[in-house]
């Protein structure tokens, strides 16, 4: 392919300088070398244009269609320059003129089949009528030149209508190109550029040809020849063309106007010229068309302006819940602030983040997420009165925009005001849940300096509000690096359970009467990179924050069900007890992952106790209930932590499938002091007794509680008197010690009864 485009500039180079400096136009062998060049110019051309769409298939049909018009038009050039021009009077039209006019419709459909415009990829109404005024803006300009030229001109009328329309035909493709570049956004590479190039050459050539020649039967002359073949080799190139590397160029935003409106420009001027010199038919319909394309363009153009401020409303708007979205809310904040200086009164910023709400998507799903967040929207603006603008960040976080504030008691009121408001049941899914938050508060310009730093402040005070009891908190320098340290935490602890730096350690509960370790409690620990064990109170917190509670859960199940399976394997069966969160017993799926692990691991459901705490219940008592009664049937045991610390309900009790009761510590540590501690204890020993329930007494840390708590007729006992949460190894040395005491005091009963009995014997024969 690069020797035939050699040869084609070779044979350019000779026919420009035949047309140039020889006698192209008189006798000679000028037009012999002339014609010769032309033919095999205009056969090379074939042959290049031709081997495009066989050799590639990228847009093949497209490069087919302009390969057919191309052949077309060279095999018009050669029966001319052979046969039809050395006649004397040659017929018009004649079939050279059939061929040459096929160039224009294959051409074009294969140029519309290059822009890839079609389905989805289909430009917009103002878009296509730029497309219309730039191509009929610029053949109405070239049909005002062409069309006077062509009809000054002598000869039939069949002659004058041919020599029209091929200058028509070549200034409507360079309108198409034009038209096609305006619909790809006035975005221009080199083949564009050569397809108008091209084309551009034709319209002239054949203008001078009309000019030359018109009424007559002269052949073109040498100059006018040398465009037409650089016209028909721009196309040889355009065919081969590869697309270039950098991004294709664009024009500035006043420059996609200005086109399309010079074109306009130029119509309007000559509907005015023909008011006072004629511009003939074609010229003036082309003009009227691009005048009416350009005035639906502008009605277009006022339709959009209309729409954008809709457009920019909706961009700054929440799709969700119709509130103003981050970005919105960041513009705001920063007016907000601009006024702020102006006037000398602050603002605040309150985060407000929904407590579970992760939890919730994972158990309900993300349609009831959705709803609840809908429904939060309007009760925060009633709430707020409309008083203040409230936005929603992103997920289950909000921002509150105050201002003007008057100070930390009115910012106190509206944190106030918003807990209130979530406090109300919401109705999601008909089910009434209720809704908890945290809100973190930062204040302009004490704790900020711009709406980024205002909204980044009020996201780590809201981090901090977590662990407050009024549930919202102003933003503290002094915590700032602690914060952020604790959103580094859940980071690092995600880690550690992909990982293995999750540990189990196990505390005894014993039998209370013979002091036999019959169970244990599985309590988490973190091995930190620097080797340190974290107790929970560091990482489970920050776990639940992070929404990695599930996840935690399910790697203590895996580890104490192992660990449970190994000392049954070693003849100590003990009664294996885990904690859940409220994640876990709102989550439908737990209990298959239970059912699933206890299988994996061969040990009996009955092995397994799962701790629940009274406030976990509280989030939602009827699913937990049911997410409960699905554990219990499985044989999985369960057991009411903590009870009696947090909202302790009869009513509760009755209607929760529990085996098992642990009465806190901070009644069993102080029994044997106080009078009131050890009237609960006994109360609560009681209700167990009727309800036919086991109890468990944690914080037994001496011997005087432990046995006040045999007297009581207590089940078991927890605490460090029996030991302290230890390693498995360590807690299998105690149950072997337990064993070795059990076996000897077994063998000791064994040898009383024996002498029992040979004395008996003895004392028969003494007897006889």
């Not at 933003?475 to 690096?481: I, Q």
């Not at 880690?495 to 599985?522: F, M």
Request: charge should be neutral.
């Amino acid at each position: 392919m690069a020797a035939a485009f050699v040869g084609l500039v070779v044979l350019l180079i000779v026919a420009a300088a035949n047309a140039l400096l020889g006698d192209g136009d008189g006798g000679g062998a000028g037009p012999v070398i002339r014609d010769w060049v032309s033919w095999a110019i205009g056969i090379l051309v074939v042959l290049i244009v031709c081997l495009r769409p066989l050799r590639i298939d990228v847009r093949r049909r497209s490069f087919a269609f302009i390969a057919a018009g191309v052949t077309a038009y060279s095999a018009g050039n050669v029966l001319w320059t052979t046969w039809l021009s050395h006649l004397s009077r040659p017929p018009v039209p004649s079939v050279c003129d059939v061929l040459w006019l096929a160039f224009y419709p294959l051409v074009a459909a294969g140029i519309v089949g290059l822009t890839g415009i079609r389905g989805r990829n289909r430009p917009s109404a103002g878009v296509w009528l730029d497309g219309i005024v730039a191509g009929g803006g610029l053949a109405a300009i070239g049909a005002a030149i062409i069309v006077p030229t062509v009809l000054s001109g002598h000869g039939s009328a069949a002659t004058l209508a041919m020599d029209l329309t091929f200058p028509t035909g070549d200034l409507l493709l360079v309108g198409l190109v034009v038209g096609i570049v305006a619909l790809r956004g006035w975005r221009i590479d080199r083949g564009w550029a050569g397809l108008g190039t091209a084309f551009a050459l034709f319209a002239a050539a054949d203008l001078l040809d009309a000019v030359q020649a018109t009424g007559t039967s002269g052949r073109p002359s040498a100059v006018t020849n040398l465009t037409y073949l650089l016209a028909l080799s721009a196309l040889a190139f355009v065919t081969w063309q590869v697309p270039p590397s950098r991004p294709e160029p664009k024009f500035a935003s006043w420059s996609v106007l200005l086109v399309p409106s010079g074109f306009m420009f130029a119509a309007l001027s000559l509907l005015l010229l023909d008011h006072v010199h004629r511009l003939g038919a074609l010229p003036f319909s082309l003009a009227t068309v691009t005048m009416l394309a350009a005035i639906g363009r502008m009605v277009v153009a006022f339709r959009d302006a209309r729409g954008l401020a809709e457009a920019r409303r909706l961009a700054g708007t929440d799709d969700l819940t119709a509130l103003p979205n981050r970005r919105r809310f960041m513009a705001l904040a920063e007016e907000a602030i601009a006024a702020s200086g102006a006037s000398g009164r602050g603002l605040a910023v309150l985060m407000l983040d929904l407590d579970n709400f992760k939890q919730l998507n994972d158990t309900l799903g993300h349609h009831a997420g959705d709803e609840l967040l809908r429904k939060i929207g309007p009760r925060l603006t009633h709430a707020l009165r409309h008083m203040h603008t409230v936005g929603r960040l992103g997920g289950d976080e909000f921002a509150i925009l105050v201002y003007p504030a008057t100070g930390e008691a009115a910012i106190v009121q509206v944190a106030q005001a918003i807990l209130g408001a979530l406090r109300e049941p919401f109705t999601v899914s008909e089910l009434s849940l209720r809704v908890t938050g945290s809100i973190g508060i930062a204040t302009f310009p004490d704790h900020a300096r711009d709406a980024a730093e205002l909204m980044r402040h009020a996201d780590i005070a809201m981090y901090q509000a977590k662990s407050s009891r009024d549930r919202y908190d102003f933003y503290a320098h002094e915590r700032d690096t602690h914060s952020l340290e604790r959103l580094s935490l859940a980071a690092e602890l995600a880690a550690a359970l992909s990982g293995d730096g999750i540990e189990v350690h196990y505390q005894p509960k014993a039998d209370a009467r013979t002091r036999r370790i019959v169970g244990v409690e599985a309590l988490v620990r973190w091995r930190r990179a620097d080797g340190r064990l974290a107790p929970p109170s560091e990482f489970v917190g920050p776990a639940e924050h992070a929404g990695l509670s599930r996840e935690l859960t399910r790697r203590v199940v895996e580890l104490s069900l192992a660990q449970a399976r190994r000392w049954r394997d070693a003849g100590h069966e003990l009664q294996m007890a885990v904690n859940t969160t409220v994640a876990d017993l709102l989550d439908l799926t737990f209990p298959d992952e239970v059912q699933a692990a206890l299988a994996r691991h061969g040990v009996p459901a009955e092995a397994l106790v799962l701790e629940v705490t009274e406030s976990s219940v509280l989030a939602d008592p009827d699913r937990i209930s049911a997410v409960m009664r699905r554990l219990r049937d499985l044989g999985v045991e369960l057991s009411l932590d903590d009870f009696g610390t947090g909202y302790s309900s009869m009513a509760h009790l009755k209607a929760l499938p529990v085996c098992e009761l642990k009465i806190d510590r901070s009644f069993v540590s102080r029994m044997c002091s106080d009078a009131t501690d050890a009237a609960i204890v006994y109360a609560l020993i009681q209700l167990a007794r009727k309800l036919d329930i086991r109890l468990v007494a944690e914080g037994v840390e001496d011997r005087w509680t432990w046995d006040a708590l045999r007297v009581l007729d207590c089940d078991l006992v927890q605490g460090y008197l029996i030991s302290r949460p230890l390693p498995a190894a360590e807690i299998e040395s105690q149950l072997e010690s337990q064993r070795r005491q059990r076996l000897s005091s077994g063998l000791a009963h064994r040898h009383d009864q024996l002498n029992s009995q040979r004395r008996s014997i003895d004392r028969a024969r003494i007897a006889v």
